[in-house]
C-alpha cells in the first residue's frame, strides 16, 4: 500500500474520484451503472465506494451519501 494511500485511508480524506462515484451513488445509480458512465470496470467502482464506506465510517451507501451531504463533500 503507497504512503499517500495509507495516508488517505487513516484521515478519511476522500478523493475526487470518490467524491465523485459517490455523487453517482446520491443520485441513485447502482455500481454496474457507475462503471459504464465512468469507463471504469464494476470492481473498481466497488472499491471506490467500499473505500469512501470506511473513510466515512458508514455501514451502508445510503448512509455514507447522508454523512456526505452533512458535511458538505457532495450536493
Known amino acids: 500500500m503507497t504512503q499517500s494511500l495509507l495516508q488517505r485511508l487513516t484521515?478519511?480524506?476522500l478523493t475526487a474520484r470518490e467524491?465523485?462515484?459517490l455523487s453517482l451513488v446520491a443520485?441513485?445509480?447502482e455500481s454496474k451503472e457507475i462503471a459504464?458512465?465512468?469507463f471504469l470496470s464494476h470492481d473498481t467502482v466497488r472499491t471506490h465506494v467500499a473505500h469512501t464506506l470506511a473513510k466515512l465510517g458508514a455501514r451502508s451507501?445510503?448512509?455514507a451519501?447522508?454523512?456526505a451531504?452533512?458535511?458538505g463533500?457532495?450536493?
Open 11 to 13: 484521515t478519511g480524506e
Open 19 to 21: 467524491r465523485e462515484i
Open 27 to 29: 443520485s441513485g445509480l
Open 36 to 38: 459504464r458512465e465512468l
Open 61 to 63: 451507501r445510503a448512509q
Open 65 to 67: 451519501v447522508g454523512i
Open 69 to 71: 451531504v452533512r458535511r
Open 73 to 75: 463533500l457532495i450536493d
